[in-house]
Structure formats: C-alpha cells, structure tokens
C-alpha cells in the first residue's frame, strides 16, 4: 500500500452545485427583464398607481379598453395626448368609452417639454373630481404617463416623494437623457423649491408649488406694443415695430445670436386663408434679461402686398441642441401672445 498521498488531477474540479443556481438565477433575471422589455415596448405597459383605485398603461385599443373595464371598473379615462379627433385612436377611444359608459378627459401633455401651467392645473382638478378608479395613458405609456403618475403620488398622503420618482424608471420606459428628461426636470424644480424654502414635501405643498408657483422654465412673457401697427399699414414698404418684452419667469433669459440657440421674440404673419407669409425674429445677440426686467426689441416687418393679415409676436426658447428656435414657443407652455390686425393699402 503507498504511503503517497493521492494528487487529485489539476483537470477535473469538484462538483459545485452552487453554479448551477446562480447560472438559473441570472437565466430567470434575463427572461424576466426581457419580458417585462417586450411589455413595455411592444405591449400594454400597464401597471398599478395605486391599486384598486389608479392604474396606467400606453394607449389603449379597444379590447384594452374593455378589458380594464371589466376587471378594474375603471371609472374615468385620462387621456394625456390632447384632444385629437382627427386621428383614428382617439375616434375609436372615444366612442368605445361611450359605450362602456365611462367618462373621458383629455389633457395635452408632451414628453418632451415642461407641462405647461394650465395643463397642470387642468390635471389636478380632474384628479380632484374625477369617479375613481382611473387609468391614464399617452402613446407609449412611459413619458406623459410616468409624469401623471408621480403627480397622483405627490398629490397622496400615503406616498413620498422617492416613491413618486420610481414611477419614472426605465421599467416603466422612461430614461432621463435626451428631450424627454424634460420629464424630470418638471421634478428637479419642485425639489429646487422644497429646499430654498428650507421645507420637505407635503401633498399640501405641492399643491401649492403646481398650482401658484411653478413656472416652466424661463417661458413666461408679458409683451407689449411700444409702436402700435399703423392703420392702415402701408402697402409694399418695409416697417420696423417695437415689442417690449418683460421676463414674468423665475429664470434668466439668455439671448444668444442664431436660430438654434437662446431667447428670441418671434412674429409671424398670416393672410386672410390663414397663411403663413412672412416671419422672422429680433433679438439675435447676446444680452440677459433678469427675471422682473424687460428688453426693447425690433420687429423688421418686410413689404406686403395690399390685403388683410395678422401679425403674431411671442417668446421662444432654443434650449434643446439642433431644434430650431420657431419650433420651441413660449406659448405651448400656456404664455400669451402679442396680436394685431393689419389693413395693408
């Protein structure tokens, strides 16, 4: 017998079961992330707000419809993409809703700017007054809806404001890079808030913040003539008409040169069919504009022919790169604009 001690060979290992129950872990993680992926991207993307009471989903078909009916007795529709009657799912959402007997709201909300304030305020009074329970949605139920969500949440005693923002997580579709991190701006400046009050969130404050304090970035105006349009507007003459615009915002405006960048104040006029003529912006240059303070700015009108136009002036914001600056009005945020008749002989 020898006394030498048995060398196991270098090739061949002990059996572990261990591995193979991590290895099953990671295959379960795998499929139930890739599920819940195909749910949200390519599915219903519906999940419980609070439940028995609020749910949310992406837009609903008909038979999506029913089926929430049916088994959650929703109540009330929230339909965030704005009031479309001319797009087929908003004919069939409608109508189907008519059916079932169930009342229906619309709120226009985007994904990629801050709500405007009158659309908040419109959500908070349907919430207020709405027959529960409710379902909302948008197109992919991600963005406008994540956005509701942790408003119903921020709005409810029994929830915090850490739980409301996990309603924008990426298991629900929404991630906070590119255009639709307007989302969680929206948020940033209520916490902004919270903390140069030196306070902690409340459904109270909230309430108060949305309603009476918020301002969606630097998009709030107040325009006035300083050079009235004549009547009548001399026909096939260049004109120049002063705007002075004052900053009702909480923020700077920044004025930089170029159509992709900065403040502008821009003006279009239309003609008699309602179309667009001529158009331009004043204020390509640098300057700041504190909030409380106004600038005097110079509409260079170009000549138009004899006939009846409207001139329309308002505040734009170039912030998001690459998007031009007509396309990023103050007043798709609730800002009002300056308007005025012309009779051009």
């Known amino acids: 017998m020898s006394l030498m001690p048995r060398l196991r060979s270098p090739l061949r290992r002990p059996a572990r079961p261990w591995r193979w129950v991590g290895r099953a872990a990671v295959l ?28 949310r989903c992406a837009q609903p078909s008909e038979a999506d419809l029913r089926e929430m009916v049916r088994d959650y007795h929703i109540r ?10 001319v797009m087929d799912w908003y004919e069939a959402e409608a109508r189907t809703l ?8 619309d709120i226009t909300f985007s994904a990629n700017r801050l709500p405007a304030p009158s659309e908040l305020r419109r959500l908070i009074e349907v919430l207020d007054h709405a027959e529960y329970p409710i379902v909302f949605h948008c197109k992919q139920g991600a963005d406008r809806t994540g956005l509701t969500a942790a408003v119903v949440l921020l709005l409810s005693p029994d929830s915090s404001l850490s ?18 991190a307007a989302i969680d701006r929206f948020f940033d400046l209520y916490k902004v808030w919270l903390k140069s009050e030196g306070i902690e969130h409340t459904p109270e404050r909230f309430r108060h913040w949305a309603l009476t ?13 300083l050079d009235e349009p004549p009547s ?26 170029g159509d992709y960048a900065g403040i502008h104040l821009s003006y279009l006029v239309a ?4 179309q667009p003529v001529a158009g331009g912006q004043a204020g390509l240059f640098r300057t700041t504009v504190p909030p409380g303070g106004s600038i005097d700015l110079t509409l260079a009108l170009p000549p138009l022919a004899p006939g009846k136009y409207v001139l329309v002036a308002y505040m734009t914001d170039a912030t998001a790169a690459g998007v031009p600056v007509r396309s990023n009005s103050f007043v798709q945020f609730g800002d009002e604009s300056l308007m005025a008749e012309l009779d051009v002989k």
């Open 232 to 257: 009548p507007y001399p026909a096939n003459k260049p004109l120049a008409l002063r705007v002075r615009a004052a900053n009702r915002s909480i923020r700077p405006w920044e004025f930089k040169p």
């Open 76 to 85: 009330t529709v929230i339909n965030l993409r704005g009031l479309s009657q």
């Open 28 to 55: 379960a993680l795998v499929v139930g992330v890739g599920a819940e992926a195909v749910r949200v991207v390519g599915g219903t993307n519906r999940h419980a707000v609070i439940p028995g009471r609020v749910y």
């Open 213 to 225: 304090v918020y301002t969606p970035g630097p998009a709030r105006s107040e325009l006035t003539w």
């Open 271 to 274: 003609d008699a069919r309602v």
């Open 98 to 105: 008519h059916d079932l007997n169930v009342s229906q709201e």
């Open 163 to 180: 739980a409301a923002m996990r309603q924008l997580w990426p298991r629900y579709g929404h991630f906070r890079f590119g255009r639709t």
